[in-house]
DNA sequence: CTGAAAGCGCTTACAG
DNA sequence: CTGAAAGCGCTTACAG
C-alpha cells in the first residue's frame, strides 16, 4: 500500500506538504495542491490512521459502551449521539458490557489505551463501590445512577420523579390496585430502587397502601420478563389494576402477558412504561409512557464530554438530571 | 502516561522483555515476569493501541457498517456478531451508514486506512453499478443483494424463497386477495424487487391473479411507513384479507395501522412479516414471520471474513443464501 | 509557501 | 532467557 512518503516522491513535495493537503491546512499553493491530490488519486493513498493516531495522540473517536447493543432503548440513544459527534467531528463506537462490571472497567480501560479520546458510559454494573475508580484522567461521562458522586460528570433520568408521576398517572384514571414490575438490585441507588421509591411516594401521597404481592422482580428486565411477570401477577391471585413497568420493553412484554391470559387494556389493566421508546407509539394498545428527553441525554453527554476532552481549566465533576414529560396514549386511556 | 519504556526503567528490564509479558510470550522467566508486572501496576501503565496497531499492522477490530443502529434487525445481528467475532479475538466497531451509497463507500475507505483488519458490509444504498469498487484488497464480507458476483464474498438471505412461503402460507389459510408492503426501489437485485418476486410467483402458482392496487410501496420501510401503508390499504377502498410485509418493522407498523381502521388481525386480515426480529414474538397478535437465521448469517460472515484476514491463496469470492423457516403465529392463525 | 529532522510508542527480526 | 537497533507512517515544531 501506498504512503504518504510515496504520495511525495509522485508529487515531487515532501512528504510534510503532503500532510499539510491532507489536513487542509491553508499554506499550500493551489497548484502544488492539485499535484498532491492527483498523486493520491493515482496511488490510491490512504492515510494511515494508526500512524496518525500515534502521532497526533488523539483518534477523532469516542467510545459509547452500552449494556446491549440490540435494545431499543440504547439503539435510540446511540443514533442520538452519533448525530450529535458526528456534527462534532468524532466516530462513535459501540462496545457492548452486557451490564458486566468487568466489562464497564474495561470500557475504561480501553479509553486509556488511547483507542478513544473520550468515552460515554452507561454504568449499570458498576456499583457505588466502584466510584474511585472512575477517578481516571480519560474524558468520561458516565450515564445511570450507581455514580451519582463520581469524580465524573453525570447524566441521570429523572427516576423517582418520572416514576412519581407514571403512578400518580395511573391513579388520576381510578387504579387503586396498583403492582410495579422491576428489577432485582436493591442496592441504594440502582434503578431499581429509585424507580420503586416514586411509585411508593406516589401511592403514599395518594393515600393508596401499598401492597408486596403487587411488587414483582426481574432479573434482567427482557421482553420475556415483561411477560412472565404479567403472567405470576395474574396467576398470583391478588386484584390488580394497573401496573407500573420499570422500562418499556417490559412495559411491551405485559401488554403481551396480559392478552395471554385474555385481560384487556385499558379495559381490565392499565399500563404506563418509561423511556417512550419508538416502538410504545405502535403497540396494540399503544403505550403510555415517560419520555425521559433522550434528545437532551444525548446533546449534554456529547457536549459535556467534547468539553472534557477540549481541556477544562478548574472543572468540577457535575451531575445533571433530564427533565420528563408524561405521554399518555391508549394503554391508561 | 507512563510508557513501556517507564516499565522496562522501573523493573530494570530492557522494553522488549516488558513487550514479551505484554503479549504472553512464553520465553520470560517467571521471577522476571514478576517483576515486570509489579513495575506494570505501580506505574498505571495501560498500552497504547496506536503504537501496537502502527507495528504490528493489524487493528484485531473488525468493522460492521449498517444502515441504522436502531434498528431491532440489525441491532440483533450485530449482538450475534459482537458475540462470534469476540470468541475469536475481535472487537467489533459498528458503523452507521444511513443506507447512503456514500457512506457504504466511506466505510469501505475506514478499512483501508487501516481501522479495521476487515469489515462486515450490509450494503443497501450500493447498486450493481458500484461492484468494481469493491475490487479492493480489505478483507471485506457484503451482506445484502446487489453484490451478487461482485468481487467478494456475499451473504444474501433467502429473500425470493422466503417471500414466496409467506404468501403461500396466507393462502394457504384461505387469504385470496393479498396485499404486499414493500420498498420502493425496483432496481434488479433490490430487496424489494426479489420480495417482490417471491410473492407474485407464490400468487402465479396458486392461481391468483396480482392486483396492482395492492402493491404499496414506502421509501424507508419504518413502522411508521408500515402503518401509514395500512391506512392507504384501507381507505384506498380495494378488498383484502392478507398482507405480505417486506420487514417485521413494517409488519409492526401494518397491524397498528390495522388496528387505527377497527380491523382485527387475524379475524378481518392476515399479516406476514419477514426477519423474525425479537419484537414480533410479543406484538399483540405476535407475528407470523420467515426467520433467515440470523445466526447462521452471523456465524457465516464472521468465519468468511477471519478466513480472508488470516490470508487465502487460492481464494475465489463465494455468493452464500441462508436457509429460513416459517415461523407461524398469531397474526395469520 | 515549502522542507529537513525528530519522534509518537510500540514490535520485529536478529543476536547472543 | 534477554537485549540493542531499526522502523511502522505519520505530524509537529522550527526554519527559511
Redesign the pocket.
Known amino acids: ?5 510515496d ?2 516522491r509522485a508529487a ?9 493537503v ?2 487542509k ?9 492539485e499535484r498532491v491530490l492527483k498523486a493520491i488519486d493515482e496511488l490510491g ?4 490512521v ?3 493516531n ?4 488523539r483518534t477523532d473517536t469516542i467510545g459509547f459502551a452500552v449494556p446491549e447493543v440490540d435494545s431499543p432503548y440504547f439503539g435510540q440513544l446511540a443514533s442520538r449521539i452519533i448525530a450529535k459527534a458526528h456534527d462534532a467531528g468524532y466516530r462513535v463506537a459501540i462496545e457492548r458490557t452486557g451490564a458486566d462490571r468487568e466489562n464497564e472497567l474495561s470500557a475504561i480501560t480501553s479509553s486509556r489505551t488511547r483507542m478513544y479520546d473520550g468515552l460515554i458510559l452507561s454504568a449499570v454494573g458498576l456499583g457505588t463501590a466502584d466510584r474511585e475508580l472512575l477517578n481516571t484522567d480519560v474524558p468520561m461521562v458516565v450515564l445511570g445512577e450507581s455514580m451519582a458522586d463520581a469524580p465524573v460528570d453525570h447524566i441521570a433520568l429523572p427516576n423517582e420523579a418520572g416514576t412519581y408521576a407514571a403512578t400518580a398517572h395511573l391513579v388520576d384514571r381510578g387504579c387503586r390496585r396498583i403492582a410495579i414490575v422491576q428489577g432485582e438490585d436493591q442496592s441504594r441507588l440502582s434503578v431499581t430502587s429509585l424507580r420503586h421509591a416514586g411509585y411508593r411516594r406516589a401511592l403514599a401521597d395518594r393515600g393508596i397502601e401499598a401492597d408486596d404481592a403487587l411488587v414483582i422482580g426481574r432479573r434482567h428486565l427482557s421482553i420475556e420478563d415483561g411477560r412472565s411477570a404479567a403472567h405470576e401477577l395474574v396467576d398470583g391471585g391478588a386484584a390488580f389494576d394497573g401496573v407500573v413497568c420499570i422500562t418499556d420493553t417490559v412495559a411491551l412484554g405485559v401488554l403481551r402477558g396480559l392478552a395471554d391470559r385474555g385481560l384487556s387494556v385499558p379495559g381490565d389493566v392499565r399500563v404506563v412504561g418509561f423511556d417512550d421508546i419508538l416502538e410504545a407509539r405502535y403497540s396494540v394498545p399503544s403505550l403510555t409512557t415517560i419520555d425521559p428527553d433522550r434528545d437532551e441525554v444525548a446533546r449534554l453527554a456529547v457536549d459535556l464530554l467534547l468539553t472534557r476532552i477540549a481541556g477544562s481549566p478548574g472543572w468540577q465533576p457535575h451531575d445533571h438530571v433530564t427533565g420528563f414529560r408524561l405521554v399518555e396514549r391508549e394503554s391508561t386511556a
Open positions: 500500500m501506498a504512503t504518504l512518503h504520495v511525495a515531487g513535495v515532501s512528504p510534510m506538504t503532503v500532510s499539510n491532507l489536513n491546512h491553508p499554506h499550500v499553493r493551489a497548484e502544488t495542491r493513498y490512504r492515510v494511515n494508526a500512524a496518525r500515534l502521532r497526533a495522540g
